[in-house]
């Protein structure tokens, strides 16, 4: 696949370095985080630089509308990683306590059993999408131009969305077994090979946003085809030796296994649901403002998802090592590297917040088909917004993940739901309110009422990015706090010490 440099930990070990040396957190545990977490941040950081990349490149080839268009279909497909990611959740936590009491042979049942989830859920919405693209984008605008656009991507890019479940599986299980690296060169070589693929057929060959779409769907296709290859045979050609082997022909009818899958994956999908559905009316809502703000809003949530590549890495080395200790009978030690890893977070949120405010103006430039439009000013500003409120994502998701390791995933998904549709989205109508009286959504008999509010325009935009991580940190980390989350554990912990 592909080989990153190794920079990127020198990075992560020198943030980490800095804290050890004013006491904030222990040396030990900073070279145990981050070998576990900088091949998961190179992972976001490639990932979400495909999709950065990809509406650039068709915002140079096609233009604003089909920019927007891709925009109203990226919450379809964020269905896949919401649904996916809610049985990785419960893969990474099941696989990890069992990989640190050595019972291998549980964790091949679990592998399986997510393996048969994640298909399960996900091949229906596959199907919606290619059969009704038109009638979902229709319920978020009612731009024409953008809808056409955003129905052609959609129909195509649905088709791998059970490949997007089972490649976030294939990754969860790699990092629970102690090997991010590896899933790392599998999902960035994955990413890089969509970037070379989309670039292809959008210039190549001419197929604007139907050939984005292509290229996401074949990229996710051979990211699981090499995850299959080497956890069946425990290697790979090229990458070497995988931490462990599954058997392929093992049990696949294991109803504990299910039951603890979805008793702790349907709230941590749920609360990634969050985040896809509270993408509809946000952007339904922009739609008010025209065709340059929701377009301005895509790209700063692109840019959004590459500040927010940390969390991958220390949410998942936190879940990881939490899990191992919890496993092994020593909450002590969990509770103690889930708080040196959520300082750790929101330290490294803090440089990459820093350093995008600093060139965000050129970052924005790079999404544009010229660099004087109108949604570049916007845009700006909306990625100023982005980099105060990333920051409270470290707090948040550096709690959330000794909750999700443990079991104790309900409390992050409430946290969630509350910053976004109680706080965030309200925030963004009170903006809207300023253009219109009462916001229909389109396609649908659905009115958000006109109610006496002071016009604050896109202040509410703005205030609404803080609300959805401010909100989610406070709750979470007087959960982590709270200490319930140890004894919750006990229940999902592995039946015997080893089993071969």
Known sequence: MVNLPNPFRALILYIGFALARVGLIDRHRVVRTADLAWPRIVTGVARMSKNAVDVAMVGVAVGTSAVAGVGF?????????ALGGGVAGGTIALVSQRFGAEAYGELGDAVRASVVLAVAITIPVSAIFWTAPTRLIRVLSSNEAAIAFGADYLRIVG?????????????????????????????????????????????????GVEGA??????????????????????????????????DPLG??????????????????????????VAEFPMLA???????????????????????????????????????????????????????????????????????TAVFATDIVALFAENPQSPEVPIAVTFVYAACVAVVFQGVSGGAAGPLDAAGDTKIPFASQFLGMFCVSIPLAYVGAYEATPAIGVPGTALT????????????????????????????????????????????YRPDAPADD
């Open 213 to 246: 779409a292509v290229g996401t769907v074949l990229s996710n296709v051979l990211a699981v085809a090499a995850f299959a290859v080497g956890l069946v045979r425990g290697r790979l050609p090229g990458l070497g030796a995988f931490p462990i082997a599954i």
């Open 448 to 491: 958000l009422p006109s109610v006496a509010l002071p016009a604050i325009g896109l202040w509410g935009v703005y205030l609404a990015f803080v609300a959805e991580t401010t909100i989610p940190a406070a709750i979470n980390y007087w959960r982590f706090r709270s200490g319930k989350w140890k004894a919750i554990s006990e229940a």
């Open 251 to 276: 049990s696949y009818r294991n109803p504990d296994m299910f039951r603890d899958l979805v008793e702790i994956g349907l709230p941590v999908g749920a609360r990634n649901l969050v985040w896809t």
């Open 285 to 355: 809502i922009l739609d008010v403002f025209g065709e340059n703000t929701v377009a301005a809003f895509v790209i700063a949530r692109r840019i959004w998802g590459i500040m927010n590549a940390p969390g991958w890495g220390f949410g998942l080395a936190s879940s990881s090592l939490v899990g191992q200790e919890l496993g092994g009978e020593d909450p002590a030690e969990a509770e103690a590297y889930a708080t040196d890893i959520i300082r750790f977070s929101v330290a490294t949120y803090v440089v990459f917040a820093a350093v």
């Open 159 to 207: 088709l791998g969305v059970p490949f997007a479940a089972l490649n976030l599986v294939g990754s969860r299980v790699l990092v629970g077994c102690d090997d991010a690296y590896t899933a790392m060169q599998v999902r960035a070589g994955g990413a890089v090979a969509n970037i070379v693929l989309s670039a292809a057929f959008i210039f190549g060959l001419g197929w």
């Open 73 to 81: 279909a990226g919450p379809y497909w964020g269905l896949a990683f």
